[in-house]
Every structure is written in C-alpha cells, then in structure tokens.
C-alpha cells in the first residue's frame, strides 16, 4: 500500500523558514510528478510547486523567488524549502505524488495527510 509521509510545518514569524519533507513509502512501480499543495480555511485546494522525476519545475506566482521545490529520486522523496514567508501562506500543506502502482496500472494521484503551516505577522 503506497502512503505519502509529511514533515516539518508548525509554527513561524513573518520573514522566516520552514522546511517540508515527504517521502513516498511501500510497494509501487515507479513516480512521476511530486509537489506540494495548499488549502486554507473557506478555500480550495491550490499548487504551490510540483516537479518531475526529471527536473521539471512549475511554482504557483506567489510563491516564486520564495520557495524551492526539490526532489530525491532514490529516496522518492519531495522537499520544499520556504523562506520569506507571509501570513497569507498560512494553511494546511498537502504532499502529492503521482505513482504507478504496478507495472499494469496507469498512473495515480496520492496524497499526504497534511501539515499545517502557520505564519504569525
């Protein structure tokens, strides 16, 4: 069973950094896209950063020049650094990956569980 395993968020001032980790973990056949996304209270669920498993980079505009998506192909792990962070990014950030499951299946859509990132003004 593939599961999506978050780290970090929590808690930061206005200006500060915080570093998110989520690695894909169980029996699967390969990953494609990673990334990251955002759902704050009343809203729906948006990209922040998603990369291929051969570099491709896409950012939402509000996070680029601020955050930094990168990836662990042998670890089948995705990270995203974030600095100069804004209250508007306050919200629960969700790991996404695109897996084959098996050899057979077509690509799927996992998720993590969510981490709340908070950022006091």
């Known amino acids: 069973q593939v599961q999506l395993v978050e780290s970090g968020g929590g808690l930061v001032q206005a200006g500060g950094s915080l570093r998110l980790s989520c690695a894909a973990s169980g029996s699967f056949w390969s990953v494609n896209e990673m990334g990251w996304y955002c759902q704050a209270p009343g809203k729906q669920r948006e990209l922040v950063a998603e990369i291929t498993s051969v570099g491709s980079i896409t950012y939402a505009d509000a996070v680029k020049g601020r955050f930094t998506i990168s990836r662990d192909n042998a670890k089948n792990t995705v990270y995203l650094q974030m600095d100069s962070l804004k209250p508007e990014d306050t919200a629960v950030y969700y790991c996404?990956?695109?897996?084959?499951?098996?050899?057979?299946?077509?690509?799927?859509?996992?998720w993590g569980q969510g981490t709340q990132v908070t950022v006091s003004s």
């Open positions: 996404m990956a695109r897996i084959k499951p098996d050899r057979y299946y077509n690509y799927q859509r996992f």
